[in-house]
């Protein structure tokens, strides 16, 4: 007798291009099937539904560490590109020149010299500072760089940008989260930065099969900036029946996926059963997420907001205003971070389900842009992203429905003039 054939997962994106999510899977159907589950986002079948809405397998085997320090993601990363012996693929919407762009390009560079193959893309509208002689070099220096988009060659797809941040190292270790490539994270040379500059953003480092699918992602960018597909072999499904974290991918463009991850954000709140809690950097959520937030909140989920109150973009800000009054009144409690800009995307739920990935709650996100997010089943990453969820509530202010209601009439104005516009933000 033959011996058994061990199941591999072929390297396809999954929601597939063009899938039309089912009924009962989109918006407040959805929140309805995941509220029935017994224990929540601990019953055996949240993961199932997940998988439903997704069309893509939960990859365990993982290990997860969690960075809130660009100084301490930057390390990381930049250890990992030093210890690369096979490939390293990088995605960020902005790659800056500055003094962190050029301590990732002189790694990256003595990697290629060492025989490492190095693939990068950025997006051109969101690295359009950076100069055409960084980008020369990196050529120079053996590197394989695109950009994604280029504002003249592909002025008919302006619009739709690769808003990712991956870094893929030997298909073994994986980095995303928040994180561009830039100073404003704090310096890679070890100089402190003036109080206030230094940017408050999540990032995530995942050893383990979850790097593989990353890869796919990292593909699907690299080809649509026009290189040459990656030699992604099959992964051995056994290698994701390890014990560790569970992982799903969230990953979407423009015609793909970004139902399904909209669809499961609202899954993992109507599965909630104690606490929601979300940080983000440009909220301009939408009167549906309106709705599956308060509704969480009325039926006792303790659903709190983290929201900028530094911004680099102050309209996106004002935008995200223009919801607070009715997300009050059903009971979701929303702080404002005071130090520095906030740039975080993220949520953990429960202490159990943490995302953390690049998508903000905007219509840009769900619309417009390629994003990444994994959703992780881990008690200890959850706990982990619940202590920096605490410790950034101390340095926030609480917005009191009381408070609000007392402002000017031209805030007010002001904040419904910029929801009108949050489409074009």
């Not at 590109?81 to 301590?103: C, F, M, P």
């Not at 002025?155 to 980095?175: E, G, M, Q, S, T």
């Not at 530094?310 to 971070?337: K, N, Q, T």
């Amino acid at each position: 007798m033959s011996p058994r054939r061990s199941r591999r997962l072929r390297p396809i994106l999954r929601p597939f291009l063009g899938r039309r999510l089912p009924a009962d899977l989109r918006g407040q159907r959805v929140v309805r099937l995941a509220q029935k589950l017994p224990a929540g986002v601990h019953d055996p079948g949240f993961e199932t539904l997940l998988r439903r809405i997704d069309g893509a397998p939960f990859l365990g085997g993982n290990e997860v560490e969690v960075y809130t320090r660009g100084e301490d993601a930057f390390a990381a990363m930049r250890a990992a590109v030093r210890a690369a012996q096979r490939e390293i693929l990088l995605e960020s919407y902005i790659y800056k020149d500055d003094t962190t762009g050029h301590a990732f390009l002189e790694d990256l560079a003595a990697a290629a010299a060492r025989g490492v193959r190095v693939q990068v893309v950025a997006d051109a509208l969101g690295s359009l500072s950076t100069s055409d002689a960084f980008w020369h070099e990196m050529e120079l220096c053996g590197i394989e760089s695109r950009l994604y988009h280029p504002l003249i060659k592909k002025l008919w797809y302006h619009p739709f940008r690769d808003h990712r941040k991956i870094l893929v190292v030997d298909r073994h270790v994986a980095f995303t989260g928040g994180m561009n490539i830039g100073e404003e994270y704090g310096s890679t040379l070890g100089l402190q930065m003036k109080p206030g500059t230094t940017w408050r953003d999540t990032h995530l480092r995942v050893l383990g099969p979850t790097a593989w699918e990353m890869a796919v992602v990292f593909e699907e960018s690299w080809t649509g900036a026009e290189g040459a597909p990656l030699d992604l072999p099959s992964l051995d499904m056994a290698r994701t029946e390890a014990p560790g974290a569970r992982i799903l991918v969230l990953d979407s463009k423009p015609n793909r996926g970004q139902a399904e991850s909209a669809a499961a954000l609202a899954a993992i709140v109507g599965a909630a059963r104690k606490s929601v809690w979300i940080t983000n950097a440009y909220f301009a959520p939408g009167w549906a997420a309106v709705r599956i937030l308060g509704q969480a909140a009325r039926r006792g989920v303790d659903v709190r907001l983290l929201l900028p109150g530094l911004s680099d973009v102050p309209l996106a800000r004002h935008a995200g205003h223009g919801y607070f009054s009715r997300l009050l009144r059903r009971g979701v409690r929303i702080f404002e971070y005071q130090p520095s800009i906030l740039h975080a995307k993220c949520m953990v739920a429960d202490g159990r389900v943490s995302v953390v990935g690049s998508s903000n709650l905007d219509f840009r996100s769900f619309v417009f842009n390629a994003e990444c997010d994994l959703v992780v089943l881990c008690d200890t990453t959850a706990r982990r992203m619940e202590e920096a969820f605490a410790e950034d509530m101390k340095h926030a202010v609480e917005i009191r429905r009381s408070d609000w209601k007392r402002r000017t009439t031209l805030h007010r104005a002001g904040d419904t003039v910029a929801r009108w516009l949050a489409p074009l933000l």
